[in-house]
């Protein structure tokens, strides 16, 4: 996997957009970005994934560098809800025993009403 | 429902008795991990599968194993469980594991305390 930096943690106010740094400097050419989160006492969940260009879904947008070293998770209007740990992962393609996953720390969002 | 069902939610045990943590999906998927969370470290693969009878090691397989004989059921055996293992576990699953387009399902976790 790309080895992924994200800053401990970051503050957001209810109602406002929040961006969430990721650096992939050692991400090669063929690694998608995806992107989880764990909120308290559960499992992580998927948030969103791309490869090249910009992607949105109902959750967030991601928007990922033109060089690939760095993605930026996008939540539009952030909610108490939105309260979790974001991890950034590097995904290689072709599975198999490459098909290891290191989630990382992550970045633990804290929203404020 | 799609679900990764986990059990137990908790358990507490003492060194070196056996225990098997219970891992089931009801997706038909093929690909099926374990992982530990410890404070400070994240997420680690512990063991994989991509498919009944495959199994393979993660990052930190010391002290576990597993088993894959039905597709829907992986579970996580510790045969002499020690302190260091006092954790929280995650099983996940993905249709193919091959696929980067492909998601993760995580289960609900699984808080172990070995005395």
């Known amino acids: 996997d790309a080895k992924t930096t994200q800053p401990n943690s970051m503050e957001s106010n209810e109602e406002e957009p929040v961006h969430l740094p990721c650096n992939h400097s050692?991400?090669?050419?063929?690694?998608?970005i995806h992107w989880y989160r764990q909120l308290p006492s559960q499992g992580p969940e998927y948030v969103i994934h791309?490869?090249?260009s910009n992607v949105n879904n109902r959750m967030a947008s991601l928007a990922i560098a033109e060089d690939r070293k760095s993605s930026t998770l996008i939540l539009h209007r952030a909610t108490l809800r939105d309260a979790a740990v974001y991890y950034c992962?590097?995904?290689?393609?072709?599975?198999?025993?490459?098909?290891?996953?290191?989630f990382g720390k992550g970045t633990l969002l804290t929203v404020n009403p | 429902e799609a679900q990764v069902t986990q059990n137990p939610r908790y358990l507490i045990t003492v060194t070196g008795k056996k225990l098997t943590v219970t891992c089931s999906q009801n997706?038909?998927?093929?690909?099926m991990s374990w992982y530990r969370q410890d404070p400070g470290l994240g997420l680690r693969q512990i063991y994989y599968?991509?498919?009944?009878?495959?199994?393979d090691k993660g990052d930190v397989p010391e002290g576990y194993k597993v088993s894959r004989k039905e597709k829907r059921n992986f579970p996580l055996i510790l045969e002499s469980p020690s302190p260091n293992q006092t954790s929280l576990y995650f099983c996940?699953?993905?249709?193919?594991?091959?696929?980067?387009?492909?998601?993760?399902?995580f289960g609900s976790g699984t808080q172990l305390s070995v005395l």
């Open positions: 996940a699953s993905s249709p193919t594991g091959i696929g980067i387009n492909e998601k993760l399902f």
């Open positions: 050692t991400i090669s050419g063929t690694d998608y």
């Open positions: 791309g490869l090249t």
């Open positions: 992962i590097g995904m290689k393609d072709g599975g198999g025993s490459n098909y290891k996953l290191t």
């Open positions: 997706m038909n998927h093929e690909y």
């Open positions: 599968s991509m498919n009944v009878e495959v199994t």
